[in-house]
């Protein structure tokens, strides 16, 4: 089955100590001419400096509008295993847990119906897998959602959110970020699975500023958690970094943004008030200094890629706010946000991109947030503003 | 063989039967973490209870066999359980301490590279390239495995300032993080398209394609049911491409990628900040891409020499202003590097204090 | 009377006929200076020599007999020199250092106010206002005179962390450097300008009217050979009514000022900065506006409490964020201070590290 | 002929310390029934809160396009004697030095010809003579141009340049702003009197980066004085400087921008090749630091009002040039600039605004200057950059 191709440039890069994605296509290539077929188009692409994909078609499953990205070669007489090459997308768990079953499990469904290969995972968070052919799809999607997974989304529609793994393992999640994330999955299902909106909306949470997501980047809405009240410090703990040789002074201290800490007589003093929460200190000292008691989250909105008009990072919309089971308040607050664009956007312009073109007062005011000096850098430079009749009330 | 029944929006499975019982009895209640070495940590949970992991590279692309490796030696050492990381790592979720030795002899065996935990370089978020994309305008995953094996020796033991993050983006949609990286790859056009004027009318809307740019080079062309586009204002996003594809912005022989530098996510110290132009192009070279490669070693050497610890490399660059990081790197700085897009009025210098060049 | 004969461009007399001869002497060789107190100093030259000025407070609008009895003072104690500074004091240049005390005292005497050098307030730069334009929204000679009056002591003695430059526009076309001053305030209009309809065609052209639009609020409206403006979109600029007087923008009831801060225009630590705004409106008040002159006062205070020495209104509420500027001073954050204009996009806060609010 | 009118508003601001315009006016009208009548109007004014003046309409005086700014009230009948009250703008000499001999003739020409109220003096630079009338205007053209006094801009024109100080009296300046912006107003006589630009144009020049004239702010073309090589440090003056009390590392060791200073054992150290020439060590040790010694300009580009896309500050163009009579390098390459601008500028564009909208490669094309990072803050975030054919023969 495999070895149709003979892959010189490839070949160079099974050599070099990372691992290598070529030598994976290979090994699929054993027992799937798909992947076989994927190698030799990819041979031609890594010689000719092009790729030989065409535009997807739209391909899907019975009751869903997204969730499988169509793909074929513009050179399917050359390549006939990847004619169809659709990637299906499905639902990562919270925080990318699994169990060595689970993942087998979902390994001996996709030998079975696809290429043998995957993404572990997309950018998005979804687990790809890539590579099958139309006719599959119906009974890929039947092995997998009978055994508890379901497709991500695709299209304009609601993605599959994503976190970072936050309370399952981290000492700094002022939210939890798996179960939030696995409600909001649940809670927009319809939403993923049949887009209806102006374009993506991609939904990220971390624990903490420090957002090992990249949720103030990658998302749409990102949800980053955070506390109120006083850094909790354990002296005895600042004074063993101390002792074995942390420059408190240098390495902390002189790092704070804010300027709000100090260090004196060995211990450190920090001016709450003055902190923004940005995690360096915490971060560094992770023994000695942990997060305020009163946890929540800041909800961030609009962060996207640079197609059309640059790229864009997530706003400060809502300073703080509770974030806890049931979710309702967030759940809410999230379904008037898409409200608002819905009703607002062009096909294809994010909410971010909409925000900056109406400006950010219709949507606070939708979504009845007041304005506060948290949600700008700096307020405005120049004298043109605006006035509505409500502001003359007052 | 029939099917079995399928079901409609039931979401992923809940997160909390695939999380170790070390996990769940301290779920949320973690207290500190310690580096180990470069690819292990432990987390130590208010009640003492540890959890170790072993962190491991992956090309991302995996085969079924390489997972089915994985989950084998997840099950000898870990009770089955694992999980990746959002920069798609593999992580063992080790409970008990004794088995880590025996894991981490069993992955040098098989030739699994443990790292990335640290003040160093993790894995490279990056996209689908030639492997699956009809956007890519480079490929991916070749450039990650040429330039992870060159910084190889960062992300098993050698440490950096602070972590580096790396990206690779196959065209200038970026389904990556490369606008929020330290050190970025992202592929770019340089010639107008070319159009099939007789398939644009059988392929795509008119008005959605002159839509489409973003620059506004786009005008119907009526007389020929197609579209013109404006060379003096095409700045080769291929966004006319996405939703016509009669409109050909592949042209192997002028594409390539462009290194940008300096972003960050985190809101440690700075503020999140965007990725900027350092290098405006180099032609594809696979399967290897020498230059890019040496030009992203030569910045990251100038970095870890010169930046104070903690400094990521934007943190660094901003401290030492833009005009020493050319001065330092020895990079040329072109008319490419001026902003005349969307944001060009704030990066224009308007200050009578800046360093000047050697 | 026949007139002289006319000139042209002949330009201005050369500067050196009026500089003095210890400046002519020591031209380009100066040394060092000291500030003898809030309204002198001294230059001290290369040579040795040395030029004592004395600054002196002008209300910009002079009448030819104030301009005489200022030439007999600088006949009398320094030969005649005396120059105006680009903030539109006064300054006596004396030569030698026993004419410093009579000229003190013959200010003194006649009410002259000496001031002006130093970390102070100097004069405030200012415009026409209804003494002289059309575009005017309020008055700026009677606002700078109720400022003044006002934080006097910071001109004549009491020390501020840095010098505190404070400006007042009449419109926004900001004839003075309201845009990078430390404190300043600028008229703005608040209604949409109404149209005399009937004089439009008379005095307008109309795609010159419609282009004058930032916002792209007016279009023609051919069946009255007028104009209509989308109320939605004018933000009340009045270029309009720059290019077409029969649409009013001004609205006696309806305008006022806005106070903006955190401007600077010197290099010196920090880059220029544009002043961003406070407060979005107060009423005209004239004769003495209290409400802008007590808000000033407000922010001056709160500036020279919690400064730094050398930190300048900007430096320091970027030090300590806008957030707590608005908790010290306890000004109110509204809508109008989220710009929506063209900056917007960058004004955004794009971190998840900020202070809150009291 | 003065005290026609009741001004109670007026009068408050005769009260208090700062000197009051309201006296000046007062002195005027006691000889000028202009401005007894320009009292009353304001005083009118600060009842109703408005102005009453007209639009300009276009006077000036013979072979010029400006220097006059056109005044009407809009009540010429209540007040008579400013139905006509122009504005005479003069061309002030440089650095606002005068003799009493030369302003006290300025003074009895005005008396003769206008209200007697002037503005010493304009935000552009001019000195500013304060309404009249249109029949006036040759006669005062006459007197002040015989006496070698020429008038200043206005319209679409040169405006009168401006600057600071400079080696008139100032230790730092780096350049002779007098001797420049003396020469530059000679060298562009005929576009100051005869508007034929796209917009206004205005020219600047401050000795040194602490800019007393707003170079940067207000000037189309900024002009600012700096040096290469190392700053002069006289260590004996640092340690006076300490003696008296100065605490030299908070006050200038840490606000160094670059951080290239150091302070051990009462020693100033400068790494010079990192200082940014930001003024703020020189200007507040003056008798310890000096600028180096090899003097130049920096020429920035662009900074105007907002009106109507937000204020610019000047944008760096040539980081360092020798600037030394005859100017010859400056002259040509400010006309240069004008030169693109005109050829590029829609109506009421002024060059910032084109410079934005057009990108900076064309303009440094045109003018011949290379691109550098000095030119910017940072380079571009977005991937979408254009390419010429000229950089592909490289
Ligand atoms: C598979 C994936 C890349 C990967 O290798 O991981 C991907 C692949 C594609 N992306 Fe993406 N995007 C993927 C994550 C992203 C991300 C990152 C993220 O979500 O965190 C971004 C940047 C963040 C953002 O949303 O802006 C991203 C920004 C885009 C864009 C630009 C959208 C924009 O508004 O700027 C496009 C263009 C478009 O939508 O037309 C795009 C379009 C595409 C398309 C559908 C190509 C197209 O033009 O139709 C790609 C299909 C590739 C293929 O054949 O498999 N993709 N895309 C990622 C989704 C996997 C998953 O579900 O987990
Ligand atoms: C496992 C992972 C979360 C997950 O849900 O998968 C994770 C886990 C941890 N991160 Fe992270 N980060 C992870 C992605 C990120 C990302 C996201 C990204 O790269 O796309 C970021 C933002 C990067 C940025 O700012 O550009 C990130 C920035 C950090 C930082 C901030 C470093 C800095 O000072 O700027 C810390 C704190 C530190 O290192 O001191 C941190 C610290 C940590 C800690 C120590 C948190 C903890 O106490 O458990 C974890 C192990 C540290 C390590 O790997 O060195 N993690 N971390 C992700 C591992 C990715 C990988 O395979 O390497
Ligand atoms: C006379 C004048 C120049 C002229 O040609 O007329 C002048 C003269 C001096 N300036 Fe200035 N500056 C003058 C307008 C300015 C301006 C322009 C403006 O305000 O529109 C600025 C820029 C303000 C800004 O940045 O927003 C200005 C910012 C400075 C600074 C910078 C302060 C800082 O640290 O930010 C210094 C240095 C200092 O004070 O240490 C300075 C220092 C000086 C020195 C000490 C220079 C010298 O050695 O002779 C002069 C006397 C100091 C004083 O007044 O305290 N001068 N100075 C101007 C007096 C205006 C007035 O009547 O008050
Ligand atoms: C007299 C003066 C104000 C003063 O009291 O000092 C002044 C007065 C006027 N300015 Fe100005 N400008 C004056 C300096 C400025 C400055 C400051 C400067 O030059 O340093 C600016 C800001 C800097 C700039 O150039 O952007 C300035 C920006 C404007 C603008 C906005 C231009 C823009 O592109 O943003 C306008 C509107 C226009 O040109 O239509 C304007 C227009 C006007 C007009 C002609 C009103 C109009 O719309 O036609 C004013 C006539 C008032 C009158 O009746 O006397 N004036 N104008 C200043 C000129 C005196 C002199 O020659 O010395
Ligand atoms: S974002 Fe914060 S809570 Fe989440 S893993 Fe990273 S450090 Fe932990
Ligand atoms: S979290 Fe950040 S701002 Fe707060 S004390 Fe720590 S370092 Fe300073
Ligand atoms: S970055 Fe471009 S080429 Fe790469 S996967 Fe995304 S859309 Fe495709
Ligand atoms: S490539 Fe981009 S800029 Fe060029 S025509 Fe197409 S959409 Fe417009
Ligand atoms: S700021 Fe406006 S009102 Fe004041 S002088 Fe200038 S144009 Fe006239
Ligand atoms: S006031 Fe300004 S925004 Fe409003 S219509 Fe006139 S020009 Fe347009
Ligand atoms: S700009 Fe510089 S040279 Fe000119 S007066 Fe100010 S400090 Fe002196
Ligand atoms: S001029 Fe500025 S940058 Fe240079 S040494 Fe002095 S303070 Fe530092």
Request: net charge positive.
């Amino acid at each position: 089955m495999s070895g149709k191709y003979k892959t010189p440039m490839l070949d160079e890069l099974e050599k070099g100590p990372w691992p290598s994605f070529v030598t994976e296509i290979k090994k699929a290539a054993k027992k799937s001419p798909m992947a076989d077929d994927e190698l030799g188009q990819l041979e031609k692409s890594y010689v000719t400096k092009r790729g030989y994909w065409k535009h997807g078609g739209i391909v899907g499953v019975l009751g869903y509008g997204g969730g499988v990205i169509g793909r074929y070669s513009s050179l399917p007489e050359e390549f006939p295993g990847i004619a169809h090459f659709h990637t299906v997308r499905i639902n990562q768990t919270s925080g990318f847990f699994y169990t060595a079953k689970a993942l087998k499990e979902i390994c001996d469904i996709w030998d079975k119906y696809g290429s043998g290969l995957t993404n572990m995972h997309g950018s998005t968070g979804d687990l790809v897998l890539l590579g099958t052919t139309t006719e599959n799809l119906e009974a890929i999607f039947a092995e997998y959602s009978s055994r508890g997974w379901d497709l991500g989304g695709s299209g304009s529609a609601m993605r599959t959110p994503s976190c970072c793994v936050g309370p399952g393992r981290c000492e700094w999640a002022c939210i939890d970020t798996l179960d939030i994330t696995y409600n909001l999955t649940q809670e927009f299902q319809d939403e993923l699975h049949r887009p209806a909106f102006p374009y993506k909306f991609k939904i990220k949470t971390a624990g903490c500023a420090v957002d090992c997501v990249a949720a103030i980047a990658r998302a749409d809405l990102s949800i980053i958690g955070t506390w109120k009240g006083n850094i909790q410090i354990d002296q005895a703990e600042v004074k063993k970094y101390a002792g074995s040789g942390m420059n408190i002074q240098a390495e902390i201290i002189d790092l704070c943004p804010t300027e709000c800490m100090n260090y004196n007589n060995g211990e450190i003093k920090i001016n709450d008030a003055q902190c923004s929460r940005c995690m360096h200190c915490i971060a560094k000292m992770t023994k000695a200094l942990r997060p305020g008691k009163e946890k929540g989250a800041t909800l961030l909105v609009g962060s996207k890629a640079p197609i059309v008009v640059g790229s864009l990072l997530s706003w400060v919309v809502v300073p703080f706010m509770k974030v806890e089971p049931p979710y309702t308040e967030l759940k809410t607050i999230i379904r008037s946000m898409i409200e608002w664009w819905d009703d607002t956007a062009k096909p294809r312009e994010r909410i971010g991109e909409v925000l900056e073109v109406k400006g950010m007062r219709p949507f606070l005011e939708h979504i009845g947030v007041p304005p506060q000096p948290q949600q700008v850098k700096e307020p405005r430079k120049d004298p043109f503003f605006f006035w509505a009749e409500s502001d003359f009330k007052k | 063989m029939a099917l079995p029944k399928r079901q409609t929006d039931i979401g992923p499975p809940k997160y909390d039967q695939f999380i170790p019982p070390v996990v769940k009895k301290n779920y949320g209640k973690w207290k500190y973490h310690e580096v180990l070495s470069g690819g292990t940590m432990v987390h130590v949970a208010e009640s003492g209870d540890k959890l170790y992991t072993v962190r491991v590279a992956s090309p991302r692309i995996l085969s079924t066999e390489t997972i089915r490796e994985i989950c084998d030696m997840a099950e000898k050492y870990c009770d089955g359980y694992l999980r990746f990381t959002t920069r798609n790592n593999v992580e063992f979720l080790v409970s008990d301490q004794s088995k880590m030795e025996p894991l981490l002899a069993e992955l040098k065996a098989k030739k699994y590279s443990v790292g990335g935990i640290g003040p160093r370089i993790s894995n490279v978020v990056h996209t689908q390239g030639w492997v699956h994309c009809h956007s890519a305008c480079t490929d991916a995953s070749g450039l990650v495995k040429a330039i992870m094996d060159d910084v190889y020796e960062y992300f098993t033991t050698k440490e950096l300032p602070n972590k580096v993050r790396l990206a690779v983006a196959c065209c200038v949609n970026m389904c990556g993080a490369v606008h929020c990286s330290d050190i970025a790859v992202v592929a770019v056009h340089r010639k107008v398209p070319t159009i099939a004027h007789e398939n644009v009318q059988k392929v795509c809307e008119i008005p959605t394609t002159v839509a489409s740019c973003p620059t506004s080079a786009i005008r119907p062309d009526p007389k020929n049911k197609s579209v013109i586009i404006n060379e003096d204002k095409c700045m080769y996003c291929g966004n006319c491409f996405t939703v016509c594809p009669p409109i050909d912005i592949h042209k192997p022989e002028d594409d390539g990628v462009a290194i940008v530098v300096g972003g960050k996510i985190g809101s440690l110290r700075t503020s999140p900040k965007f990725s900027k132009l350092a290098i405006p192009f180099f032609y594809n070279e696979p399967p290897r891409w020498p230059k890019v490669v040496a030009a992203i070693r030569n910045i990251l050497e100038v970095y870890a020499k010169n930046a104070r610890k903690h400094e990521r490399v934007g943190e660094w660059i901003e401290r030492i202003g833009w005009e020493d990081f050319f001065n330092l790197t020895g990079i040329e700085f072109t008319f490419q590097h001026i902003d005349d897009f969307t944001f060009a009025r704030d990066t224009f210098r308007t200050s009578a204090a800046f360093k000047y060049s050697k």
